[in-house]
Structure formats: C-alpha cells, structure tokens
C-alpha cells in the first residue's frame, strides 16, 4: 500500500517536471519557430509551426550581425581574459596561501573585500581614466576582466591550494626547482581541477557581458552582445529578422552546452559551495 | 615564501596592479569627485555635498532605488523558492530517466546572457501573449510591458525563468551532502516528512541558503542587462533601476560627478544589505 503511494507520489513528480521542463523550454521554441517564419506569417500566429523551412532571415542577420568577425571578437577577449584570470589568480592565490604574515592576509582581505563594489560604482573614473590613456581597446578591456575577475578566482584557488600539502614544495625546492618552476611544473597541474571551474564561471560572465565592452570598444571590434545590440535596434518590430539573429547567438551557445554539460554543472555548483 | 622574497610580489603583482588599476584607484577616485563638478576630465570646484543633496531630490532616482528594491524583495524570495523546490523534486526523482535531462533544460538560460534573454522575452510577453489572449478572450494579456506593472512582472519572471536553475544548482550541491543515516534514523523514529524537512533538511541547508540568498540579493540589485534589453525602463523611465539610472546619468546626461555620487550610494546600499545579510545567515547556521 505504502509502496504504491510513494510510487503515485512519484510519478506525479515526473509528470509535473515534464511539463515544468517544457514550459522552461517554450522560449526557445518560439524563437526558433519564428526566426524561420515571415513577417506576415508571424502577424497571423505566432505559436504554430512555420509553412515553409525558410533560412533567408537567417542569412540576413547572419550577414547583418557580421557574425563571423563578432564571434571572432568574442572567442578572443573571452580566451585571453580567461588565460590571464587564470594564470596570475592561481600563481596570486599561491602566494598568499603560503605566506601567513599579517600582510598577505590583508592582501587576501582586499581582494575579497573588492568583490562587494558594484561594476557602476567604479565605471566612470574607470573609463575616464583608461581613456585618458587610449586604453578603451581590447587589450585594455582584458586587463579589466583581470582586475574584475580575480578576486572570485583568488579566492577559489586559495580554497583549493590549502589541500596541496607543503610537504610538495619543500621537495620540489630541494629537488633545485625555482619557485616559478615548483609552480608551474608541480602545483599548477594540481590546481587543475579548481582551474576548470574558474574558467567556466568567467566564461559565462565575459562571453556574455554587455556593459563594459559596450563602454570600451567600437562598434568595429564588437562581441556577440554587443553587436546584438546594435542590430536589435535596427530592426525593432522587425521580429523575423531580429529573432533569426537571436537564435544564431543561442544556438551554438546551447550546442556547446549538450557536450560540456557535466563539466560546466559540476563548475558551477563547486564555485559556489566553497 | 616570506614577505621579503622577490618571488611573493612577483607572483602578486599581475592581480594587485590589476585590481589597483581597475577597481581601487577608480573606487578612491570616484568618491572623491562626487564631492566636485567633476565633468569627465577636469574637476574646477569643490561642491561639498551638494551632489548628495540633488540625488535624495530627484523623483526619479528615489523612484529608482523604490523600484529595485521591490524587484530584489521578490525575485529573492521566489528565486529561493523555486530554486529548493526544484532540488528537493529532483532529488526524491533521482531515480527517474528524466530528472537529469530537467536539471540540464532548467539551468540552460543561465548561459544565455541578459541581453539576449531580455530580447527574446520582448517578444513573447509583447507577441506571443496578445496571440494567446485573443485565443483565449483574456484582456490581461495584452500590453505587456507597456505598463510600469506589467513591466514590474516582466522583469520577475525573465529573471526566475533565468536564474531558478542556478540557484537550485546550488540547493542540490547541499542536500545531496546530507547524511542519509540522520533521514533514514528520523524515519525510525517515526518523524513525517514534514518534520524531516523541518528538522534535518531545512537546518542543514542553512549555508545554501546563505550563498544563494547573498547572490540573489546581489543580483537582484545590480541588474542591469536584462533591464535595458526588456523594458529599456520603460515606460516613462518608471521600470528603470538604480544600475540604469547610474549609466543614463553619466553616458546620455553627461553628469559625471552627479552620477558618480549615486554610484557612491548604490555601493552603500549594497555593501549594507550583503553584509547584514551574510552576518546575520551566519548566526543561524548548524554545525555539523
């Protein structure tokens, strides 16, 4: 009897995450069935399937949106922000985890401290000041992602370095390794795991990020969201265009996300339980 | 390494140049000229508080702060709601085919960007809501986002439908590391799932709730992107939030100093709320 209940109980779970877990969907499909309608078609309905496959909005926006040159943009502010984070918060957090004078802890306090200002309340000096020095470029915006993101990344990777024993470096340093070498060779393919995880909650963030790049570079260098932007604005209530634009930045977003899902999961409930 | 070894400020300096650069000097700086007529570039005269006294004037950045703080209220609560809803059903569903396909379908939008999301959400609450209330005959489907309510709600349900799974990602991380002996041992005990829940469960994901509380709040707050892609503020700048209201001042007003003073009470806002937040969550929780 009990058992049957629970089963019932079950179920009912299911059916109810099913339809919960289509409606979560219902967005996606509605941008994707419309971006293949016409204007007029998505006038009389916007909820059926399209008449025909029509793929000439998509080639359109593809055309407007400059796709190719964006995704370009974005893929390379995104790697080389991320390599930097990555990079010099791991060779930071070692640093100070293994330096327990007062001054490293105040260094570690700052940078954790530094993650409760709002972007808005340092921007403007920020812009001025970089632009007083013709930073506002791409290599300017990607020290910015460095000053903004290592502070969660120190603090991820200072977590992750108290599990490495000393006992590693004090080897390594008889061994005749340099500090650098004891890093790089020993304690950085360690950290690997730790190194996944920020690099994926700094993914997120700069592949997406509209403000600051909207801020620093010129419409000629613009990344997916910005230049979404731009092109949203040119074809407001033209929603065929606009939303066949739309899917061509989502898509390959969610592509990437079937084959990374585990991983980027995983990331992402870790940054936030330590 | 000792704070005398070459190797410590060489393996610090990258970040502390950095984050001088990008978030101190700026942060010092920006306080400083709030206090002035600061254009941009050059600052003639100390202005004392004035700036300060302007903003606590204006009806449309008292407005603002109103408008954000109501959105932060309920997306917190909901946002925390869904998020252990959905993981306490995905967790008694373990054993279902389904449940690690919802998990993947409902954290998806959270790798979508604001921007976009903001978009596509346009469409449907403009379009694909007045195509089904004409189906269906239903008045208050049509006009959204041309109201400062429907605006309001707009912005909930965008920002529940994109970030419920990463807070229930969150949840899940938690009471999956509840100890099953403790459940299993209140079941014996004859404990209803009601008082295991309230008992056992609910104590022990205390720290979720901490994390997720603290970046709800903050994310509540600091919205900006979804904000300017749905509802532009609109209409009559009655939906725009304090993040907007920064930006519009400094970029389309061209009021630098006045908008680094909102700037500066948008940081104590914030700073206030997340400490008192996390201090206070920190008392509660249970040591295991």
Request: net charge positive.
């Amino acid at each position: 009897m009990r058992r049957n209940k629970e089963r019932r109980n079950l179920l009912g779970l299911e059916v109810f995450g099913i339809v919960l877990g289509l409606i979560w969907l219902a967005p996606f499909y509605l941008m994707i069935v419309n971006a293949f309608k016409t204007k007029r078609e998505i006038f009389s309905g916007v909820l059926g399937l399209p008449e025909t496959l029509n793929i000439g909005n998509f080639i359109q926006a593809f055309e407007e949106l400059t796709f190719l040159k964006s995704l370009f943009n974005s893929i390379l502010i995104s790697t080389l922000s991320i390599a930097i984070i990555i990079l010099f918060s791991s060779m930071a957090a070692y640093a100070l985890n293994r330096n327990k004078s007062k001054l490293s802890g105040v260094f570690f306090f700052v940078f954790v401290a530094a993650m409760l200002i709002p972007f808005q309340s340092v921007m403007i000096p920020l812009i001025s000041m970089f632009g007083s020095v013709n930073m506002l470029n791409a290599p300017g915006l990607i020290f910015m992602y460095l000053g903004f993101g290592c502070s969660l990344s120190i603090f991820l990777y200072h977590g992750a370095l108290t599990g490495i024993p000393k006992a590693l470096d004090e080897a390594a340093i008889i061994d005749g390794a340099n500090r650098f070498q004891l890093f790089w060779y020993v304690i950085f393919p360690l950290l690997k795991p730790i190194s996944v995880t920020v690099a994926i909650l700094n993914v997120i963030w700069i592949w997406n990020d509209y403000l600051l790049p909207s801020l620093v570079l010129g419409e000629a260098n613009a990344t997916i969201p910005l230049k979404m932007f731009y092109f949203f604005g040119q074809y407001t209530k033209q929603w065929h265009l606009a939303l066949a634009g739309l899917s061509i930045a989502v898509i390959p977003v969610i592509i990437f996300y079937f084959f990374a899902q585990k991983q980027i999961i995983n990331g992402v409930s870790e940054g936030a339980v330590k | 390494m000792s704070n005398r070894s070459p190797w410590f400020w060489l393996f610090l300096s990258p970040v502390v140049l950095s984050l001088l650069l990008v978030v101190v000097v700026p942060f010092v700086y920006g306080f400083l000229f709030s206090f002035t007529d600061w254009n941009g570039l050059v600052a003639n005269s100390f202005v004392g508080f004035q700036n300060y006294v302007q903003l606590f004037q204006e009806a449309e950045f008292l407005n603002s702060i109103w408008f954000t703080v109501k959105f932060a209220v309920v997306t917190v609560l909901l946002l925390n709601a869904m998020g252990l809803g959905l993981g306490l059903a995905l967790l008694v569903t373990r054993s279902i085919r389904s449940n690690n396909w919802l998990r993947t379908i409902f954290f998806m939008p959270n790798l979508i960007g604001g921007l976009i999301l903001g978009f596509i959400w346009q469409f449907i609450f403009i379009n694909v809501f007045s195509d089904i209330g004409n189906r269906i005959g239903s008045e208050a489907l049509q006009g959204w986002l041309s109201t400062t309510s429907t605006g309001f709600w707009g912005l909930v349900i965008l920002t529940a439908w994109q970030m419920a799974g990463y807070i229930m990602i969150i949840y899940i991380a938690y009471l999956e590391n509840i100890p099953k002996e403790l459940i299993e041992a209140a079941k014996i005990d004859g404990a209803s799932s009601v008082q295991r829940f309230k008992n056992i469960t609910f104590p022990l994901v205390a720290p979720a709730f901490t994390v997720s509380m603290f970046l709800t709040l903050s994310m509540g707050f600091k919205i900006y992107d979804q904000n300017l892609s749905l509802t532009n503020g609109g209409p009559f700048n009655s939906t725009q939030m304090v993040a907007m209201e920064i930006v519009r001042t400094a970029f389309s007003d061209n009021e630098m100093a006045y908008a680094q003073a909102k700037a500066v009470i948008f940081f104590l806002i914030v700073a206030v709320i997340a400490l008192t937040q996390v201090f206070y969550n920190k008392k509660r929780e249970v040591e295991m």
